[in-house]
């Protein structure tokens, strides 16, 4: 099918292009017109169950759907006569006749389609007066996804999500007319790493995750968009968090990971592991300076980056390459990388800067990748050879260590690293997380994860993606960016440029 | 324990298959053959007819699910079915059906105390100048006269 | 010729056999059409004898088998509808039980002239325990080298399969008969793309009636002029007519397209018994409007039961008697139809089944008032808007019943 050739139509007067093969929907999408829809994905081929985007097309007796209507030269749609707008409430009206008043304790409330439509489509009084069907309300799917069946309005697009998508087909829809119901066979639930994206794909609250479920409520929801930095693939996502009020002031909480679309890299998904992702924003952070000579006490960023510097130049220069380590990792991105590179490699003259990363596991065959850092591609182009550094030879000649992120002990155990790190004077840890190599540290330093900072970052196929910050850091956490900066200047590397602290 | 069809019913199944240019179409015919030996399609049956056909257990399921004729659960030894559909309402379905139930002790679920018959309504047989019909095991009864309903389960009472 | 030899339904019950169906003259138009036809002619005879589909649609078979693009090298397949689910329909049980070698007839022909390789007869599962001739009459065929490969001798070649329903009055709906030769449930498919271009195993597929293709040797062995004259100019053939209800003859009545319904039910079927009158007849099977006694002058042809709002479908006549309450009657088919939804779209899946609920609260005498307006509201919110003609086939009987009856049905809430 040659999507090249253009057509022209109108949609409620407006003259429109559209490639061949676009269908109704889509073309009045881009003619910024929305029509209603539940069971319509773009990922799939038109289902036509919900009915509710039936749309005039000029000279055809019926309505239409505007989700398999392929759009046809000089073809003329109309999307909102009176013929139309009763023919939505229709199926508004019956899907809520068997529909349960959920909406007060329903997670998917200001973000539901059914309540989006009724607003703007329906606003009829209810004319059922008959015993609704009653049905399992929380059924466990798998992979922490709830099922409510009374709120299910079949529109199949998570069944043929996991038939289409995924491959896994793990839902199916059993009995026929108003008994017919959507659920697992016996024995295999949901198990794959996409099981996510149901229930972003669920018009209504029918599949919900357990994890979000009563936790808050949609309109709370701040929305930034960022990428996922849980692997090579990238994938566009949103971090959706919570700070202040209806927490507490200070408060900050991230409630949900979803997917953006993004057609170059995740189309409309994104798998498990990213959305699992959330809990890591939240828990176990470091938030403040440490020191070890003085616990408790607070530190300030001037202090600590000058005791760094101060260690560092301590080093007569021609013997900094032997004595000064420096061990990151691949989630800085490409602007911390660079100037990582300025600092470490042109500033102090050392020859090889190690990296420690979260070690790499099983591609799944989409987009979770093997590598399960997001900016590896990075690390090369800012000329630097990733390698882990040995211990021992670190123990035997290094006087000040540098080390970013805490992943280290995904590659040598605790005892070994604390061996090493005794025969260090001077350590200095950049962490996210609180961890068992805080206490070995001279200062520990608390750091912003990818979330919370700016910038790009080069996926697995070499695109580059910038992006900007998603949540707000801890109070007083900053990135490796601020800190490279003001590490610089304390070194005296950044003569003529602005101060970056 | 898993379930395994008959020789016979074997053989009957492979012929069914190779009728067909996809083997998953079978579906229909394979489920009759073992529910017409079985008397039902068990969740064994559900996962021995998957493998098969080279589909899942779950489309098993939607299928079984979807058509009437399909038991997942044996009913009686002896079904009947009483069709309530216009024709046969108009002369004297109802009062058929009150009339059976009644005779045959027949439980919310349809079967008799004794487990021996299964009592269900069904929609139009396509019967229907033989109004009001049944079918016992499948096989057509009609016009059935209080009398005839009667005789019929005597009949049926009959043999063992 | 014998009149006989042209009955559809014929009347000796014990000449369904080959040798029977040779003697009248069987099998000759077959011959005739794939040893000494062109497919495009014989598609162009079917075509010009307009005979309309009698399952229930009444779309032209001829023209229904013009959409299949003509060669290639792609299977193409021939769905025979046997899965007669209309209430009031058993014409094609008795086609399948005494004429299965006149169906099988019209089925080399057709098979012939779109091109087809291999047929799937779809019976509902109903009738497995008469499919026992139909069975036989495929074996016969084959054993005389009417099907199978080499058809008359030549390269044509028709392989035959029946197929069993297992109780869905949808598979009767065409695409949802494909998905359940498919191994799959029924429900309907969205049209386009139509079956002719992807149909069966997502090949050009033809589905046709049984009483339709029962009717294609005669087109071809006596031409189309002659079928024309058998019924109305612009409507030719017979039809069987299934009467069934309150009257004295139920029973199976092959007349002439046209014949007026007052006729077929006076003087075929000898009316309603002693002291009943005619209070409505439904006259195409439950899903054809139901008609008042006034209405019953009618012309059983597919335009004039139009005309008169309502459907010829599957000439299944029910007839019903003044003691009979309209309630009862909109009590079956509103049960009936939320029984047999599929399911799948929103206004049949959720309309039947709220129809059904108001029909059967006011069945146990709590109906209120509004309950007609809003059956008739909730049958035109399904009305065209449905993924199915099921939605239509469910909303329009149900409506004319709350119209036309609704006096008695606001006397019957009222109590």
């Known amino acids: 099918m040659s999507g090249t050739e253009t057509v022209s139509l109108k949609i409620d007067d407006r003259t429109v292009q559209a490639p061949e093969g676009t269908n109704v929907l889509k073309a009045a999408e881009l003619a910024g017109i929305s029509i209603p829809h539940f069971c319509y994905h773009p990922a799939f081929e038109a289902e036509g169950n919900c009915r509710m985007c039936l749309v005039e097309v000029e000279g055809l007796p019926k309505l239409d759907l505007a989700c398999s209507t392929v759009v046809k030269e000089g073809m003329t749609v109309r999307t909102s006569t009176p013929r139309i707008l009763q023919a939505r409430k229709d199926v508004l009206e019956f899907l809520l006749a068997e529909h349960p008043l959920d909406c007060p304790i329903c997670d998917k409330a200001g973000e539901c389609k059914l309540q989006e439509y009724y607003d703007r489509y329906g606003l009829f009084a209810g004319r059922f007066v008959e015993a609704k069907e009653k049905r399992d309300k929380k059924v466990a799917i798998g992979k922490g996804l709830l099922l409510d069946r009374e709120r299910c309005i079949l529109c199949t697009r998570c069944v043929r999500f996991l038939r289409k998508v995924t491959g896994t087909d793990e839902l199916g829809v059993f009995e026929r007319g108003v008994r017919a119901e959507i659920g697992t066979y016996d024995g295999v639930p949901v198990d794959n790493n996409y099981s996510g994206n149901l229930v972003d794909i669920c018009p209504v609250g029918a599949i919900t995750a357990a994890d979000f479920r009563f936790k808050t409520r949609a309109w709370f929801l701040k929305k930034g968009p960022t990428v996922c930095p849980r692997c090579g693939r990238g994938c566009a996502v949103v971090v959706e968090s919570v700070s202040g009020y209806p927490l507490g002031e200070k408060q900050r909480r991230v409630f949900r990971i979803r997917a953006r679309e993004n057609p170059a890299v995740n189309g409309w998904w994104i798998c498990d592991l990213g959305r699992a992702g959330r809990r890591e924003i939240d828990e176990n952070r470091q938030v403040r300076i440490t020191r070890k000579s003085a616990p408790g006490e607070q530190v300030s960023w001037e202090a600590a980056i000058e005791e760094i510097a101060g260690r560092i130049l301590g080093i007569p220069q021609a013997q900094r390459a032997a004595r000064i380590a420096v061990v990151l990792n691949s989630l800085l991105t490409c602007e911390e990388l660079a100037l990582a590179e300025k600092v470490f490699a042109k500033g102090l003259g050392l020859p090889g800067v190690y990296f420690a990363d979260p070690t790499p596991g099983e591609a799944d065959g989409f987009l979770l990748t093997g590598e399960r850092v997001p900016n590896a591609r990075g690390v090369l182009e800012a000329g630097f050879s990733p390698r882990l550094p040995n211990l021992d030879a670190l123990a035997a000649s290094v006087e000040v260590l540098l080390v970013f992120g805490s992943h280290l002990l995904e590659h040598f155990s605790e005892e070994a690293i604390s061996r090493a790190l005794a025969g260090i004077p001077s350590k200095f840890l950049f962490s996210a997380y609180a961890g068992p190599l805080d206490r070995l540290a001279e200062v520990v330093f608390p750091i912003a994860l990818p979330a919370e900072k700016s910038g790009t970052y080069i996926n697995v196929d070499g695109l580059r993606q910038t992006f900007g910050r998603s949540v707000e850091p801890p109070l007083g956490v900053v990135s490796e960016r601020e800190i490279l900066g003001c590490l610089a200047n304390g070194l005296g590397l950044n003569r003529g440029e602005p101060d970056a602290c | 324990m898993s379930y395994v069809p008959s020789t016979a019913t074997m053989q009957k199944i492979e012929g069914m298959i190779a009728l067909y240019p996809e083997r998953s179409a079978a579906l229909l015919p394979v489920l009759r053959a073992i529910q017409e030996e079985s008397g039902c399609v068990s969740p064994e049956a559900e996962v021995w007819v998957a493998e098969k056909l080279g589909i899942r257990p779950i489309r098993v399921r939607e299928v079984l699910s979807f058509y009437t004729m399909f038991r997942r659960k044996p009913a009686g030894k002896t079904t009947i079915q009483v069709c309530r559909n216009l024709s046969c309402t108009l002369d004297g379905a109802e009062d058929l059906i009150g009339f059976l139930r009644e005779k045959l002790h027949a439980g919310p679920d349809g079967t008799t105390p004794d487990g021996r018959i299964t009592l269900e309504t069904v929609e139009c047989l396509g019967n229907c100048d033989h109004a009001p019909c049944l079918q016992i095991d499948g096989v057509d009864h009609g016009p059935v006269t209080r009398d005839r309903a009667a005789a019929l389960i005597e009949e049926l009472e009959a043999h063992e | ?415």
């Open chain 3, 1 to 415: 010729m014998s009149e006989d030899a042209v009955r559809l339904i014929p009347a000796d019950d014990s000449s369904w056999r080959l040798e029977a169906y040779l003697r009248r003259g069987g099998y000759e138009a077959a011959r005739k059409a794939v040893t000494s036809m062109v497919p495009q002619d014989v598609v162009a005879e079917v075509r010009r004898a307009g005979i309309r589909g009698r399952g229930g649609a009444g779309f032209p078979a001829g023209l229904k088998w013009s959409f299949v693009p003509q060669g290639g090298t792609a299977p193409k397949y021939l769905c025979v509808n046997a899965d007669e689910g209309e209430p009031g329909t058993f014409k094609d049980r008795a086609i399948l039980v005494r004429n299965p070698h006149q169906l099988l007839e019209g089925m080399i022909i057709a098979a012939f002239g779109v091109g087809i390789g291999k047929a799937f007869i779809y019976v509902r599962g109903e009738y497995d325990r008469i499919a026992g001739r139909l069975e036989e009459a495929v074996a016969e065929a084959q054993s005389k080298g009417f099907l199978g490969r080499a058809v008359f001798g030549t390269e044509f070649g028709l392989d035959v399969v029946i197929h069993f329903g297992a109780g869905a009055y949808i598979c009767g709906e065409e695409t949802a008969l494909l998905e359940s030769v498919e191994g799959r449930r029924g429900q309907p498919r969205l049209k386009p793309p139509f079956p002719a271009v992807v149909g069966l195993f997502r090949s050009p597929t033809v589905i046709n009636n049984v009483e339709t293709l029962v009717n294609i040797p005669l087109i071809i062995g006596r031409g189309a002029n002659w079928f024309l004259t058998r019924g109305l100019p612009k409507d030719g053939g017979t039809r069987i007519f299934g009467v069934s209800g309150a009257v004295r003859r139920p029973g199976l009545y092959e007349l002439p397209m046209g014949t007026p319904l007052r006729t077929i039910i006076e003087t075929n079927a000898g009316g309603p018994p002693e002291g009943v009158a005619i209070k409505a007849v439904v006259p195409g099977g439950l899903s054809a409007p139901v008609l008042r006694p006034d209405e019953l002058d009618v012309p059983m042809d597919f335009d004039s039961l139009s005309k008169a709002g309502s459907m010829l479908g599957s000439a299944g006549v029910i007839v019903i008697g003044d003691r009979t309450p309209i309630l009862d009657v909109l009590k079956v088919t509103a049960r009936f139809y939320a029984h047999e939804s599929c399911g799948q779209c929103t206004p049949c899946r959720l309309g039947t089944s709220w129809i059904h609920k108001i029909v059967s609260r006011m069945a146990e005498g709590r109906g209120r008032a509004a309950d007609l307006d809003l059956i008739r509201d909730l049958a035109d919110g399904m009305k065209g808007q449905t993924l199915c003609p099921m939605g239509d086939a469910a909303a329009l009987p149900i409506h004319a019943l709350v119209s036309k009856f609704r006096d008695e049905l606001e006397q019957a809430v009222s109590q």
